[in-house]
């Protein structure tokens, strides 16, 4: 039976294996953009995802879009909020907590030189 994708159980081994990509960071228009688009992508197992900027604790949500259960294609991106702006150059580190649906979490944080994207 195929996947759906939709639960922790389903995309944490995903998540797990793609650490590296959960954020991004990108110069643009004089900010600094920070993307989620990764997470997002596996949102349907997940129950929040908050973060912090340099050295803050992970207290702040993103906002994400609802899981299109009974799609076809439930992780689906129909928004193009996948990213929080900040002034240019004041990014130097991410942290990123994972709240999957079944309640377990994790986290990790990320240099601003590892994750910033052209």
Known sequence: ???????????????????????????????????????????????????????????????MEACHEGSTQPNALSSDQVYVSQPAGSVKEVRVQLIYDDGSREEATFRRADILTQ
């Open 1 to 63: 039976m195929a996947q759906n994708f939709t639960t922790a159980g389903e995309v944490r081994p995903i998540l797990d294996m793609t650490r590296g990509s959960w954020v991004a960071i990108r110069e643009a228009g004089g900010k600094d953009l920070v993307y989620f688009t990764h997470l997002l992508a596996w949102r349907c197992g997940l129950r929040e995802i908050r973060y912090g900027l340099n050295g803050a604790a992970p207290n702040t949500a993103f906002k």
